[in-house]
C-alpha cells in the first residue's frame, strides 16, 4: 500500500511538469519539428541498417577481419547508402520539416519544402569557391559540393531556414506581397508564382546572413561553446559539457556533433596520451576520451526506452514493432531511429528523464573512473563498438567497465519509468479520443 501511494505521489508531480512541457510540444513551429523529424525517420533507418552491414563486411571496424567476408567486395557500395542518408540527415529534415511547419500555418506544403531548402543552402554556402572546383589548366572539372554542415551538424543550420523561410512566406500571403494569379489558372501554377517575391526575400535575408556578413551557424555555435568546453579533463567540465550535449539532443539537434566540435581535438590528444602512458608502464593520466560517454549515454537513455517501448506492447501495440526496427542499430549506439522514431527528442514526458539519466550516470561512471574503480580507457576503438565489449577491451580488460553498462542500465530504467508510466497513459488517452471521433 505504501508503495503504491508513493508511486501516485511520484506520478502526481511527473503530470505536473509534463502539463507545461505538453503546451510547448503544442507550439506550432516545435510540433512541426516533432512530425518532420518522425516523418524523415525512415531513411534514417535504412542507413542504419546499411551501416551494420558495412561494419559487419569491413576489416578494422568491429573486428580486424570482416565478420561477413562474402560482402567484403561490396562495402564501399553498402557505405554509399548510409552516407547518402545518414550523413545528409539535415537535408531531409530541413524538407520534412519544412513541409510540416507549412501544413501547420496554412500554406502549401511543397511551397514550403522547397523555400526551406533554398534557404538551407543560402545558409550553408558563402562564396562561389566553396561551391564549385576552380578549372585547372583550362580543363572543366565536375561540380563540387561540400556536405561539411548536411549531417547532424547541419541540424542547428536546417531549423532556422525553416522558421525564416516559413515566416517570410506567411508574412508576405498575409499582406498579399506575391504575384496573383486569376482563379482559373491550375493551382499548382498558381503557387508557384505567388511564391517568387517570398523566395526573394528568403534569398535576401539567408544571403544576407551567411554572406555578406560571413556568419557560419555550426561554427558560429562551437565558438560560443570553445572557452567553456576547452578547460580541462575535470569533472566539472565534464559534466557539463555533456549535460550540453543533452539538451541539444533534447530539443533535437545532434547534441554530440554539436559538442564534439570543440572538444574532439582536447579527448584526442588525451586518448594519445593515455596509450603512451600505457606502453611507457606509467600511469594512465586521463579519463575524459572520446568512446568514454559509450559507458553511460546510450545506454542510459536509448536502451531504458527501448526496454519499455516492448513492455508497452499490450497498451501501445505498434511501439514493440518500432522497438524491434530501432533495437538492431541500438545495439552498435546507432540511435537516430529512436531518438527520432520514437520520438525522445522533444518529447514532453520523456526529455526531463532522458536529461537527468545522462547526467547522473556521466557523473557516476567519471567518479568511478576517477578513483581507480573503472579502469582508464587507453585503446581508441571504432565508435560502434557495443558498450559492453568497447569497455572492457579499451580498458584493457576491466570487468568494471563492463558492469557499470548495466549499472547505469538499470538507473535509466529506474529514472525513466514514472515519466514513462505518464507518457503511456498520455498516448492511451490521446489513441481512444482519436477512436471516438
Known amino acids: 500500500m505504501k508503495n503504491a501511494m508513493f508511486m501516485n505521489h511520484i506520478m502526481e508531480k511527473v503530470d505536473k511538469i509534463a502539463q507545461p512541457m505538453n503546451r510547448f510540444s503544442k507550439i506550432p513551429f516545435i510540433k512541426a519539428i516533432t512530425n518532420g523529424m518522425v516523418a524523415a525517420i525512415g531513411v534514417t533507418m535504412i542507413g542504419s541498417i546499411f551501416l551494420i552491414f558495412y561494419l559487419l563486411c569491413s576489416d578494422g571496424n568491429l573486428t580486424e577481419t570482416a565478420l561477413l567476408p562474402f560482402l567484403k567486395p561490396f562495402a564501399d557500395e553498402i557505405s554509399l547508402v548510409n552516407s547518402l542518408s545518414m550523413n545528409i540527415m539535415a537535408v531531409y529534415m530541413v524538407i520534412s520539416i519544412g513541409s510540416e511547419y507549412a501544413e501547420i500555418k496554412g500554406i502549401n506544403k511543397t511551397t514550403g519544402a522547397v523555400g526551406s531548402f533554398f534557404a538551407f543552402i543560402l545558409l550553408n554556402y558563402a562564396s562561389i569557391g566553396q561551391l564549385f572546383v576552380e578549372r585547372v589548366e583550362a ?105 550540453l550535449a543533452t539538451l541539444f539532443w533534447a530539443a533535437g539537434l545532434n547534441g554530440d556533433n554539436i559538442v564534439n566540435a570543440v572538444i574532439t581535438p582536447f579527448t584526442t590528444s588525451w586518448i594519445i596520451e593515455n596509450n603512451e602512458a600505457f606502453l611507457s608502464g606509467q600511469a594512465i593520466p586521463h579519463v575524459w576520451v572520446p568512446s568514454f560517454n559509450r559507458l553511460f549515454f546510450w545506454v542510459s537513455t536509448c536502451w531504458p526506452v527501448l526496454f519499455y517501448m516492448y513492455k508497452s506492447q499490450n497498451q501501445l501495440p505498434h511501439l514493440k514493432t518500432l522497438a524491434t526496427v530501432c533495437l538492431p542499430s541500438s545495439i552498435f549506439c ?40 573503472i579502469g582508464k580507457m587507453y ?59
Not at 549531417?151 to 504575384?179: E, F, K, M, N, P
Not at 532522458?354 to 557523473?363: A, K, P, Q, W
Not at 559492453?388 to 584493457?396: K, N, Q, S, V
Open 139 to 243: 580543363t572543366a572539372l565536375p561540380s563540387a559540393v561540400p556536405i561539411n554542415y548536411w549531417g547532424g551538424a547541419g541540424v542547428i543550420t536546417a531549423l532556422v531556414a525553416c522558421a525564416i523561410s516559413i515566416q517570410v512566406i506567411q508574412l508576405c500571403y498575409h499582406y498579399h506581397i506575391r504575384i496573383a494569379l486569376p482563379d482559373s489558372v491550375p493551382p499548382a501554377i498558381a503557387d508557384s508564382f505567388s511564391a517568387i517575391i517570398p523566395y526573394l526575400f528568403i534569398t535576401l535575408i539567408c544571403w544576407g546572413v551567411r554572406t555578406i556578413m560571413n556568419m557560419n551557424l555550426p561554427e558560429l555555435v562551437g565558438e560560443m561553446l570553445l572557452p567553456v568546453l576547452s578547460g580541462a579533463d575535470n569533472i566539472f567540465v565534464f559534466s557539463f559539457a555533456h549535460f
Open 334 to 373: 546507432i540511435v537516430e531511429p529512436v531518438m527520432y522514431g520514437l520520438p525522445i527528442v522533444l518529447n514532453s514526458f520523456l526529455v526531463i528523464p532522458f536529461v537527468l539519466s545522462h547526467t547522473i550516470t556521466g557523473v557516476l561512471t567519471y567518479a568511478l573512473t576517477d578513483m581507480g574503480i
Open 379 to 437: 585503446l581508441n576503438l571504432p565508435w560502434a563498438t557495443p558498450s559492453p565489449i568497447l569497455g572492457y577491451l579499451a580498458t584493457g580488460g576491466s570487468i568494471m567497465a563492463v558492469v557499470i553498462v548495466f549499472v547505469n542500465f538499470m538507473i535509466g530504467i529506474v529514472i525513466f519509468y514514472p515519466f514513462w508510466k505518464a507518457y503511456e497513459k498520455s498516448e492511451v488517452e490521446r489513441i481512444q479520443s482519436q477512436e471516438n471521433i
